[in-house]
């Protein structure tokens, strides 16, 4: 299974790792308003856009199912909630935070919108 998800697996256990080591206090990047909830937004993209890199070049799959069409949204959003769990519950370093789940939310619709209108213009490359 790990094999036909690689991307998925090799970007899941990044964010994984990233949200729940100790970050070093260094202030803000200055000109950057919410950085915390940018970085949250690339990474859960980050692993709807991972989902996408499977299923085009590692299943090579051009027909969406109806359970991929639900996995690609549900997986990186339950993620983002479980890790906010996590974070407040489980580990001294961190805080679980709304807000950031609510980036993680929109970063994984964007990282999905990007991925199927890529996905459309190379099947549509692919037929012609």
């Not at 260094?26 to 949250?40: A, Q, R, S, T």
Request: hydrophobic content about 55%.
């Amino acid at each position: 299974m790990i094999k036909k998800n690689i991307f998925t697996a090799i970007v899941t256990t990044a964010v994984v790792i990233l949200s729940v080591i100790p970050i070093p206090e260094v202030p803000p990047l200055e000109g950057v308003p919410f950085i915390d909830k940018w970085v949250h937004f690339v990474m859960y993209g980050g692993v709807s856009l991972a989902m996408w890199m499977d299923l085009y070049f590692v299943r090579k799959e051009r027909i969406l199912s109806p359970e991929f069409n639900v996995s690609v949204l549900l997986f990186p959003i339950i993620l983002g909630g479980v890790m906010e769990v996590v974070q407040e519950y489980l580990t001294t370093c961190r805080n679980g935070d709304m807000l950031d789940f609510y980036a993680d939310a929109f970063g994984c619709f964007l990282g999905n919108l990007i991925a199927l209108v890529a996905y459309l213009c190379l099947t549509k490359v692919k037929r012609a």
